[in-house]
């Protein structure tokens, strides 16, 4: 039984488009995060939501935006892509609070590979 | 500035070899700290955490990593390679409760047979 699922694996799109990555977890945890992977394999987180609450923004460009309807789901919409946006995103979940301690790790999803052309 | 630094971006062994992957941290308190593992195309599986309670940490798949305040340094070892062992990993940390984790530059670790 997957713990953190993402839809679609593979996502390949010409520039300028819109496009949306999902990202579930059944782990019960109450945070979640957005990765991107370059391809170096260098890792930098984007976004995180508490509880549908937005708690980590890093400097992403505002064509990006995190949508998390309930605390199972956070998804990622990105409009106008760009060629540099071309990456594995890979979503994450951890418990943090009431419960969560210090030293929870978090738990990844399998990748989206986004390639822009 | 919050860091953490892999030293060597590609670290080969012999299968039955020791494996040493360096991971050190900049930080004036200590952070909280993880070692992940990646296969080709999948993603992130831990491998080891520091929870204070020892500073000898024992993961799965044989691996363990030993953390060294005096020296910022929690590096992760296994006495005997496997070629299943070949893999990127990744250092990471976190400073605070709900903080992101940061994560060093990762190292791809081949075993020859």
């Known amino acids: 039984d997957t713990a953190v699922s993402q839809t679609p694996k593979y996502l390949v799109t010409q520039m300028g488009n819109d496009k949306s990555i999902k990202c579930e977890q059944n782990?019960?945890?109450?945070?979640m995060y957005w990765y991107k992977q370059d391809s170096k394999k260098f890792l930098k987180i984007m976004f995180s939501y508490n509880n549908k609450e937005l708690i980590i923004n890093e400097t992403v460009p505002n064509r990006f935006s995190p949508k998390s309807p309930d605390k199972a789901h956070l998804n990622l919409h990105i409009n106008s892509l760009e060629l540099g946006d071309s990456a594995v995103y890979f979503c994450?979940?951890?418990?943090?609070?009431?419960?969560?301690?210090?030293?929870?790790?978090?738990?990844f999803g399998p990748g989206t590979r986004l390639t822009v052309l | 500035a919050q860091s953490v630094t892999q030293l060597g971006s590609h670290v080969s062994v012999s299968e039955g070899a020791l494996v040493l992957l360096r991971c050190n941290y900049s930080?004036?308190?200590?952070?909280?700290l993880f070692w992940y593992v990646q296969y080709p195309n999948q993603g992130l599986q831990l491998l080891l955490k520091y929870t204070s309670a020892a500073t000898l940490v024992k993961g799965i798949n044989g691996f363990e990593a030993e953390f060294k305040k005096s020296e910022t340094s929690f590096h992760l070892t296994k006495p005997s390679a496997h070629m299943s062992d070949a893999a990127e990993y990744f250092c990471a940390v976190k400073f605070n409760q709900g903080g992101k984790l940061i994560f060093g530059q990762g190292t791809e670790l081949s075993v020859k047979p």
């Open positions: 930080s004036s308190v200590p952070p909280y």
């Open positions: 994450a979940s951890s418990q943090e609070r009431a419960g969560g301690g210090l030293y929870n790790e978090q738990f």
């Open positions: 782990l019960g945890h109450d945070t």
